[in-house]
Antibody, heavy 119, light 110 residues
């Protein structure tokens, strides 16, 4: 079955960087893209960007351009999301989700990774 | 502030029908399909409705979606206690070149 398993929670200081991993299994990694979505405490969902599992092409939300980098490792079927220059308002649960044939219909999600930014 | 507008809360008694609205614009809902997600406390979102009104396998037919113009709706008929959750609408936005979400609606079963 399709599974997305994310790395564990992180505590970072303002200005630092964080890299979250999303290890996938149960499907051909190169056939689908991975989307990253975050959710601040008590808040709604926010799309961060998308990366192709086929060729690594990425499309970032304008809000995060210049601060985020999404990458993939096809040898391990793993996607990564790195966010730099962290601020306190980056404290959130970060989710990866697998794309489907219908973009935006994310049926498979990781369990989420809590990133806490605090001095 | 979310691009798509949802009421912050909705409620009903067991067995009732609850409807959640999602208001957008010509660049998102009018032009593109709407998807709905259910999020139980402390868990990842779950795809509930895709392409405006399609249910993934395993989603009860108590859940239904519709779209008209720049608005969409999610209806839950025969409300059950396990339906207590946050519900989010989402759609691609042509102007922002990415998907946008509603702010979420918390459904309470009284």
């Amino acid at each position: 079955q399709v599974q997305l398993v994310q790395s564990g929670g992180e505590v970072k200081k303002p200005g630092a960087s964080v890299k979250v991993s999303c290890k996938t299994s149960g499907y051909s990694f190169t056939n689908y893209g991975i989307t990253w979505v975050r959710q601040a405490p008590g808040q709604g969902l926010e799309w961060m960007g998308w990366i192709s599992g086929y060729n690594g092409n990425a499309n970032y939300a304008q809000k995060f351009q210049g601060r985020v980098t999404m990458t993939t490792d096809t040898s391990t079927s793993t996607a990564y999301m790195e966010l730099r220059s962290l601020r306190s308002d980056d404290t959130a649960v970060y989710y990866c989700a697998r794309d489907s044939n219908i973009f935006g219909a994310w049926a498979y999600w990781g369990q989420g990774t809590l990133v806490t930014v605090s001095s | 502030q979310s691009v798509l507008t949802q009421p912050p809360s909705a409620s009903g008694t067991p067995g009732q029908r609850v409807t959640i609205s999602c208001s957008g614009s010509t660049s998102n809902i009018r032009s593109n399909s709407v998807n709905w997600y259910q999020q139980l406390p402390g868990t990842a979102p779950k795809l509930l409705i895709y392409s405006n009104n399609q249910r993934p396998s395993g989603v009860p037919d108590r859940f239904s979606g519709s779209k008209s113009g720049t608005s969409a709706s999610l209806a839950i008929s025969g409300l059950q206690s396990e339906d207590e959750a946050d519900y989010y609408c989402a759609a691609w936005d042509d102007s922002l070149n990415g998907p946008v979400f509603g702010g979420g609606t918390k459904v309470t079963v009284l």
